[in-house]
């Protein structure tokens, strides 16, 4: 598969679950829809390095390298997103659709 294809298919399965986050707003904060999508992303990495070890032992040795790559790479997208975000407080009133804070994330 091209890079380009990839990359498309990769933000459209992003968007999915973007989605499928938003539609919980209706019931949920969003601090803790964004904190069960977190903990979805860790399950699944999770299973997704236990399906690729042969066994128990390598599963522990993968453990360590998975984490810092996993790690590492929420922290870049989340950087990247962050800086995303900026472009929307030029706007007067940023996020001025969305309904007030229902907790803080303190």
């Known amino acids: 598969m091209a890079d380009d294809d ?29 904190m069960a999508l977190l903990y979805a992303a860790a399950r699944f990495n999770a ?3 236990a399906s690729n070890s042969d066994n128990l032992e390598a599963f522990k ?21 962050l800086s995303d975000h900026e472009l929307v407080f030029e706007e007067d009133k940023p996020y001025g659709h969305l309904p007030q804070r229902k907790t803080d994330l303190s």
């Open 47 to 49: 299973f997704v390095v």
């Open 6 to 34: 990839l990359d498309k298919q990769f933000r459209q399965v992003a968007d999915s679950f973007i989605s499928v986050a938003n539609s919980q707003l209706d019931t949920m904060n969003r601090e803790n829809v964004g």
């Open 61 to 81: 040795g993968d453990r360590d390298k998975a984490m810092e790559f996993f790690g590492a790479e929420y922290l870049r997208m989340l950087g990247a997103n």
